[in-house]
């Protein structure tokens, strides 16, 4: 549930309240509940699990590009570097957001961590 909660941009607890107060950053208290969704710590898993999921599905595709066609490689830089980033860029708050979610549903904090 709170994986789900999290993939939707809404805090773990409730999910009523926004989970972000801007782009990646981590609102200090949950607008609905009150929850502190600071304490789950999501610093290092989104970007690797966004790359990750994003170069499964590109990667695929740009060696399919690569042999149907056989395009330049400047064709090739044009088309799959603007792709990736804004992939990349597009999916990883939603992946932030999961990672939030897990942690909470676990009860993973930032001080059990350290322990």
């Known amino acids: 549930m709170g994986v ?3 993939l939707g941009l809404r805090c ?4 009523e309240g926004r989970l972000f107060d801007r782009y990646l950053k981590v609102g200090a208290r949950c607008g609905s509940c009150g929850a502190d969704n ?9 970007p690797y699990l966004t790359l990750f999921l994003i170069g ?9 590009m690569d042999k ?12 799959w570097l603007p792709l990736i980033a804004g ?4 999916a990883l708050p939603f ?3 999961a990672v939030v979610g897990f942690a909470w549903a ?3 904090t930032r001080e059990s961590v350290r322990q």
Request: charged letters at 10%; aromatic letters at 12%.
């Open 4 to 6: 789900r909660r999290g």
């Open 12 to 15: 773990p607890h409730c999910g």
């Open 38 to 46: 600071t304490i789950y710590p999501c610093d290092d898993a989104p």
């Open 56 to 64: 499964h599905l590109i990667i695929p595709l740009m060696f399919w």
């Open 68 to 79: 149907a066609w056989s395009p330049a490689m400047w064709v090739m830089f044009a088309v």
């Open 87 to 90: 992939l990349t860029l597009a």
């Open 95 to 97: 992946m932030k957001g």
């Open 106 to 108: 676990t009860g993973v």
